[in-house]
């Protein structure tokens, strides 16, 4: 009995040992810079709105966050790395629910378990898409497009960040909604399929919003739909892919800051504050607006359930539209 009271004693104080030393380390973190890993190319959505995040998060710590894009493998090397990661707040990453939700229920291991092995800050903003084309491609409407891809089956190229990318999905969703079959060229992220698609190599994508506005604008780039559920403030006059023809379509994204599990919860809590500072500001909500971004910032209990739902739908998505990554 002694010594099961003594083990018991040495135990509990081993716990407050360690939950003391996590309370001192909160107290003093940050006290070096801050690494944002975002598992996508540079200039896509999510490091778009990161970036922005990060800014603001560093001045309010005090610290430089330090954005390292890590693009590849659908972004799945960069998570499994942050996965195992030190959770001692010095690491964070800035992610799509692609890599979180549907990348899980489309590949047989992913490495990683979007739940367990992260621990939420928040989600910073919802990624409106569209479906973008060259100018030089034929169709100027949903309706022309999903007619010459029927004339055409297979023989209509379209670009994407990778397999299993929000790009990927969105248009293999609008496949399975419409009948239609085209072929998928996937890039290394989304920026450099981004890139030819404006140059004409591939015609048509589905991308997020902002990258094509100022192509679009300067009609370097045409936009023939919005994919979320209602049209975009920055393009009011372009229909929704609903509107324009494929009834109940809807596909939209969000990118969130995450942090490797058993990080502390005092360290997790001075992140989440900081980032919904951020993203409360008037100047970023304000600047986010404007590039197509709606600012959500939640809390982790808000965020987990979201999480747990979008895993639940794009389980149910990918056997429907039976899509399966190697």
């Known amino acids: 009995m002694a010594f099961g009271k003594m083990a018991a004693a040495f135990a509990a104080a081993a716990c407050w040992a360690i939950v003391g030393n996590g309370a001192v380390r909160a107290q003093t973190y940050p006290d070096r810079p801050i690494h944002m890993v975002i598992p996508l190319a540079a200039a896509s959505a999510v490091d778009v709105v990161a970036r922005v995040v990060a800014e603001k998060m560093a001045a309010d710590l005090g610290q430089p966050v330090v ?60 990624v409106n898409f569209a479906l973008i084309a060259n100018p030089s491609f034929a169709p100027n409407s949903v309706k022309e497009f999903i007619d010459l891809a029927k004339q055409k089956p297979g ?46 190599q591939v015609p048509i994508m589905i991308t997020g919003l902002p990258a094509p506005n100022e192509f679009v604008k300067l009609g370097r780039l045409k936009m023939l739909a919005i994919t979320s559920a209602k049209r975009s403030k920055v393009f009011p006059d372009v229909p929704t892919v609903a509107e324009a023809g494929v009834p109940g379509f809807e596909f939209s994204a969000w990118g969130a800051l995450v942090a490797p599990a058993k990080t502390p919860p005092a360290i997790l809590a001075k992140l989440e504050v900081s980032a919904l500072k951020a993203l409360r500001d008037p100047d970023t909500v304000a600047l986010l607006d404007k590039l197509g971004f709606d600012v959500i910032g939640d809390q982790p209990a808000a965020f987990t359930e979201s999480l747990k739902q979008g895993l639940a739908r794009y389980d149910a998505l990918a056997k429907a539209a039976h899509i399966h990554l190697d």
């Open 67 to 126: 954005v390292d894009n890590q693009p590849g493998a659908s972004g799945l090397v960069a998570m499994r790395a942050g996965a195992r990661a030190t959770p001692d707040g010095y690491t964070i990453l800035a992610v799509n629910d692609s890599i979180m939700t549907m990348l899980p229920n489309m590949k047989d291991e992913v490495g990683y378990d979007s739940l367990k092995d992260f621990a939420p800050i928040t989600r910073m903003a919802t």
């Open 155 to 200: 023989a209509i190229d379209y670009a994407s960040g990778g397999p299993g990318s929000p790009q990927h999905v969105a248009m293999e969703l609008l496949m399975n909604a419409t009948g239609i079959r085209l072929n998928h060229v996937p890039y290394r992220g989304v920026t450099p399929a981004f890139n030819d698609v404006v140059g004409g």
